[in-house]
């Protein structure tokens, strides 16, 4: 409705102007150019009526100019009013469809939406499965909508966002995941996993050491921290670790090697004298038996 009563306006403004023209035009075409002498009236002629033309067509752009600078100004304020209104219609839009949303899951039964809930869950680990890392993601985002402590979908985006190498959104989703599960030790593996690839030890330690609390059942773990205690030269606590994989896997060759070079570096000759005897009765044709019984004798 605007735009056409600015067209309006401008129209009638144009007529005017046109209309003042045509009114001045017989005054420039009787000018009296007649006393002049005859060598000089073409000329003359010429001259004046081109600086009356010039005249009148600069006062007509500046009375068109005043006129139209208004309008200017009110059609600028007018598109930037209609950009206002257009985002409070898309924001009424989107905060419409949020309504719809909600309703439509109100008007579900607890059944219903416990159903449609382990539905995406379930299409989020397929596409994850299947690389479709974008059809993941809207999937478990959409469950989370559902229910903002599906730990399940939580866990699912976290992967979605590592296999996008989107490291700090999977590290804050695991640990936002772990305030909604505590005790879940497979999630603080990952985020020692994560820091320890981002050559952050400290933190893969504190991660590690937090795991094997929780579940103190895998000897792995053990063995990996105290490679990591090591790593930042702490033999004392490193050789509590290894000796607690020992301790779930005693004939593992390779829990009894690292338990004779931590013991050895903490200068513990029993320790180490005893976890030889064992690695020696395991694996009795293990290559480094002669290195470690001389490392040893030195202690």
Same mark, same amino acid.
């Given at each position: 409705?605007?735009?056409?009563?600015?067209?309006?306006?401008?129209?009638?403004?144009?007529?005017?102007?046109?209309? =003042?023209?045509? @009114?001045?035009?017989?005054?420039?075409?009787?000018?009296?150019?007649?006393?002049?002498?005859?060598?000089?009236?073409?000329?003359?002629?010429?001259?004046?009526? &081109?600086?009356?033309?010039?005249?009148?067509?600069?006062?007509?752009?500046?009375? %068109?100019?005043?006129?139209?600078?208004?309008?200017?100004?009110?059609?600028?304020?007018? #598109?930037?009013?209609?950009?206002? *209104?257009?985002?409070?219609?898309? $924001?009424?839009?989107? $905060?419409?469809?949020?309504?719809?949303?909600?309703?439509?899951?109100?008007?579900?039964?607890? !059944?219903?939406?416990?159903?449609?809930?382990?539905?995406?869950?379930?299409?989020?680990?397929? +596409?994850? /499965?299947?690389?479709?890392?974008?059809?993941?993601?809207?999937?478990?985002?959409?469950?989370?909508?559902?229910?903002?402590?599906?730990?399940?979908?939580?866990?699912?985006?976290?992967?979605?966002?590592?296999? @996008?190498?989107?490291?700090?959104?999977?590290?804050?989703?695991?640990?936002?995941?772990?305030?909604?599960?505590?005790?879940?030790?497979? =999630?603080?593996?990952?985020?020692?996993?994560?820091?320890?690839?981002?050559?952050?030890?400290?933190?893969?330690?504190?991660?590690?050491?937090?795991?094997?609390?929780?579940?103190?059942? %895998?000897?792995?773990?053990?063995?990996?921290?105290?490679?990591?205690?090591?790593?930042?030269?702490?033999?004392?606590?490193?050789? !509590?670790?290894?000796? #607690?994989?020992?301790?779930?896997?005693? /004939? +593992?060759?390779? *829990? %009894?090697?690292?338990?004779?070079?931590?013991?050895?570096?903490?200068?513990?000759?029993?320790?180490? &004298? #005893?976890?030889?005897?064992?690695?020696?009765?395991?694996?009795?044709?293990?290559?480094?038996?002669?290195?470690? @019984?001389?490392?040893?004798?030195?202690?």
């Amino acid at each position: 409705m605007f735009n056409i009563l600015f067209l309006l306006v401008v129209l009638i403004c144009l007529g005017v102007i046109v209309f =003042v023209i045509w @009114k001045k035009t017989p005054q420039l075409s009787n000018l009296d150019v007649d006393s002049l002498p005859q060598e000089k009236t073409s000329r003359k002629k010429h001259e004046i009526i &081109t600086k009356r033309i010039e005249a009148r067509s600069r006062e007509v752009k500046i009375k %068109l100019g005043d006129k139209l600078r208004p309008l200017d100004k009110l059609w600028r304020q007018s #598109q930037l009013k209609f950009r206002v *209104y257009v985002g409070k219609i898309e $924001h009424l839009i989107h $905060h419409e469809q949020m309504i719809k949303t909600k309703q439509e899951q109100s008007l579900l039964t607890s !059944e219903e939406k416990e159903v449609k809930l382990k539905n995406l869950i379930q299409e989020g680990e397929k +596409n994850l /499965q299947l690389d479709n890392l974008d059809k993941a993601e809207h999937a478990f985002i959409s469950a989370i909508k559902m229910n903002v402590k599906a730990a399940a979908a939580y866990r699912g985006l976290a992967e979605v966002y590592l296999q @996008k190498d989107s490291t700090e959104e999977a590290k804050q989703t695991f640990i936002f995941l772990l305030r909604l599960e505590p005790e879940n030790d497979a =999630v603080m593996v990952r985020l020692a996993e994560m820091a320890e690839s981002q050559n952050n030890i400290e933190e893969a330690i504190e991660y590690y050491q937090r795991a094997v609390v929780a579940n103190d059942s %895998l000897s792995p773990r053990f063995a990996h921290l105290a490679e990591l205690l090591l790593k930042v030269n702490q033999p004392l606590v490193a050789v !509590e670790a290894i000796l #607690q994989s020992v301790e779930l896997e005693p /004939q +593992n060759p390779k *829990y %009894l090697d690292l338990l004779i070079e931590t013991a050895i570096l903490c200068q513990d000759n029993k320790l180490a &004298t #005893q976890a030889y005897q064992n690695l020696r009765l395991v694996n009795p044709e293990n290559s480094k038996l002669a290195d470690f @019984k001389g490392r040893i004798d030195k202690i």
